[in-house]
């Protein structure tokens, strides 16, 4: 952690709910905000335990809330199926034969799939899952392109009490690897490949090299998506649509407890290996349902996006469960935001009428930079509501946002959370909540965050402080895979008698949060989660490493970008072929979103007497070459001023 958070300049400009907007909202108006916070602050279980009736639930909860610090239960006793949830509950109703899925391919293939069919496709495969063996309990590791195959994969899963683990399609084998093992997968589900900028990424290949050392795999399924040859292993591999036409369409789902494993989704930590972060199913459910529900007002006319990948959090709670469990209409994009023109996101805006869009602000300032001409192009007057996430917003991406996608008309919600989280935790309430470009507004109802020093003493309004969780919430993680010591420590250790989140943040004297990012070892490229760690044990494994340290340096899209600081053993020497031979390295270990912008050769990194990297200087020198802050605790000298000089 860092020991001084300095905060962000105040923003003034003020955005009100239109009244038209204001008037069909779910929430509507200030006060019903306050209102809603306020009733929550008074009895938070009992405000959970109104969301959670929404649900379906086979056995009702005999409790809401059993806390034994820092491991909580929510709504112990209680039984439910997610899948039920966002699928069966909602064929007894108009909303039987409603589209719950349009999806478009990168190649602009088109599918859509309502209720109804989404429902006997998912029952389908879970009767495949079952008959591969796989039991209530056991792990299944999905790693495919953005089809409807995955949220299909995703819910089967969830429908006979298997644990998902989604990995993103952009990971490495070896990264793949590492997280099938930790998970303890039985069966994966992959794809030939996925299109992704025009070109095929060959997830099958990918697969088999993972699964070399993955004994504990005893089955592979692969949707043929692209029609390219891949490897074929008869023991092992099942067609997606061979086992699907041999399954039966009908699969009762089974009464779980609300505490039952749901998902682990791994993420990245400041130190170490990447975290499974555990989630279960009451409580995940609940308030995901709710945050779509209240935050994104979502009815049944609206088509929602949000671009995120389905391998992160977002996708999974509101690409998926969110939408679904509110009997919405979501809409899945397989490929990349510029391909085949930069106009793609608004063109599918355009086709399907997307009423509600959720993106990240990396997305919106690369946006800004192919400039207005592209949105243009295209009608966009369906948008009633535009939301991001995953990265601190800049006020002028927020207002250019506001006025050239949403056209001044459309409120923009700012959504902060985590992995970890669950579900959104801060965010303002577009009917209702006046809006500030660049904060994130207000806990959602119910959600006890605050800004504290480093002894949990809430920090006076306009000063930096570190942004905590003080009571539970019904999403919250409930450990890390595994590992519940490192649960503890991560976590809850940190800032007595409150979950540490790793961001810092100020409020604002209107109660406003102004989060301004991680400051602890983890960074943000283009919204994607990478702990410098990871990048600095992956190069160290190379022969030619001897040290590395790395650092994120502000980039006007990305948010953060990745600079390597990295000595060589003594018989080798730094050339620009090694320092790409390097880059190559860490995209082919992780994956290509953790390839270093920039790898900088030095005969030492800069260390405190006892041993640690001095991150703080590394990044000061990465991102102006300078190095203002205290150095009093460095303990040789001339590497600092050798580092400058290799400027
Ligand atoms: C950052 C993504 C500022 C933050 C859902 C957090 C944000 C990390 C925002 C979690 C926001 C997310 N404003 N920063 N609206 N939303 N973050 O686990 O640093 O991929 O700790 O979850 O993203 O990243 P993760």
């Not at 298997?162 to 997968?185: C, M, P, Q, T, Y």
């Not at 959600?447 to 006076?460: H, N, Q």
């Not at 999403?475 to 010591?485: A, C, Q, V």
Request: positive net charge.
């Amino acid at each position: 952690m860092s020991a001084e958070i300095e905060s962000y300049s105040t923003e003034r400009q003020i955005f009100k709910p239109g009244r038209n907007f204001q008037k069909r909202a779910i929430i509507s108006g200030p006060q019903s905000w306050d209102a809603a916070i306020r009733k929550a602050e008074k009895n938070p279980e009992a405000f959970w335990e109104t969301a959670a009736r929404e649900l379906l639930w086979r056995k009702p909860w005999k409790k809401a809330l059993q806390w034994k610090p820092p491991f909580a239960r929510w709504f112990v006793g209680g039984k439910l199926n997610v899948s039920e949830n966002c699928l069966d509950r909602h064929l007894d109703g108009p909303r039987r034969h409603k589209v719950a899925v349009f999806w478009e391919g990168e190649n602009g293939e088109r599918r859509s799939y309502t209720y109804w069919q989404l429902h006997r496709e998912t029952a389908r495969f879970a009767n495949v899952l079952k008959s591969l063996g796989v039991a209530k309990g056991d792990c299944v590791a999905i790693y495919l392109p953005t089809i409807p195959e995955l949220a299909v994969a995703m819910l089967a899963a969830s429908r006979i009490g298997a644990v998902h683990n989604v990995i993103f399609g952009g990971f490495s084998a070896e990264a793949l690897k590492e997280r099938i093992l930790d998970a303890k997968a039985k069966v994966l589900v992959t794809a030939d490949g996925g299109f992704r900028k025009g070109a095929v990424v060959a997830l099958k290949a990918c697969a088999d090299e993972a699964l070399k050392s993955c004994p504990g795999v005893a089955k592979v399924v692969v949707v043929k998506r692209c029609g390219t040859e891949v490897a074929w292993e008869p023991r092992r591999d099942v067609w997606w649509h061979e086992a699907m036409a041999a399954a039966g369409a009908s699969c009762p789902p089974e009464a779980l407890d609300s505490e039952h494993p749901l998902f682990i989704l791994y993420t990245s930590g400041s130190t170490g290996k990447p975290k499974g972060i555990l989630h279960t199913t009451g409580g995940y459910l609940t308030q995901v349902a709710l945050t779509t529900k209240w935050i994104f007002d979502l009815k049944d006319a609206d088509v929602f996006w949000c671009t995120a990948d389905i391998g992160w959090i977002t996708g999974h709670s509101y690409v998926v469960y969110g939408p679904l469990a509110n009997g919405a209409t979501l809409l899945m994009y397989e490929g990349a935001p510029l391909h085949p023109q930069p106009d793609r996101f608004w063109q599918i805006v355009e086709r399907y009428g997307v009423t509600v869009f959720y993106t990240a602000p990396t997305a919106i300032r690369m946006f800004i930079r192919l400039g207005e001409k592209w949105p243009a192009r295209h009608d966009l007057s369906s948008l009633r509501l535009l939301g991001t996430v995953g990265e601190p917003i800049n006020p002028e991406a927020w207002r250019w946002y506001h006025r050239v996608i949403g056209a001044g008309r459309c409120p923009v919600v700012d959504t902060w959370w985590q992995t970890e989280t669950g579900g959104i935790m801060i965010s303002p309430l577009p009917g209702a909540t006046a809006l500030k470009p660049g904060s994130a507004s207000r806990p959602f109802p119910g959600i006890s965050a605050d800004v504290v020093d480093r002894d949990g003493v809430p920090v006076p309004a306009g000063q930096g402080g570190y942004l905590v969780v003080k009571r539970p919430w019904p999403g919250m993680l409930r450990t890390i895979h595994g590992d519940p010591e490192r649960y503890k420590s991560q976590y809850w250790s940190q800032i007595p008698g409150a979950y540490f989140t790793g961001d810092g943040a100020r409020k604002d004297k209107d109660g406003y949060f102004w989060i301004m990012g991680r400051i602890d070892d983890v960074i943000k490229v283009s919204g994607h989660r990478l702990g410098t760690a990871e990048i600095e044990s992956t190069l160290v494994a190379h022969a030619q490493v001897a040290e590395a340290a790395v650092v994120g340096r502000p980039d006007d899209v990305t948010g953060e970008s990745i600079v390597a600081f990295v000595t060589l053993q003594s018989e080798y020497h730094p050339d620009a072929k090694l320092g790409e031979t390097l880059k190559e390295y860490v995209a082919k270990n992780i994956g290509a979103i953790a390839r270093p912008a920039e790898v900088r050769f030095t005969e030492a990194l800069p260390k405190t007497r006892s041993g640690k990297i001095m991150r703080r200087l590394l990044r000061e020198i990465a991102s102006n070459g300078q190095v203002k802050g205290d150095v009093t605790t460095l303990e040789d000298f001339s590497v600092l001023a050798r580092l400058r000089e290799e400027e």
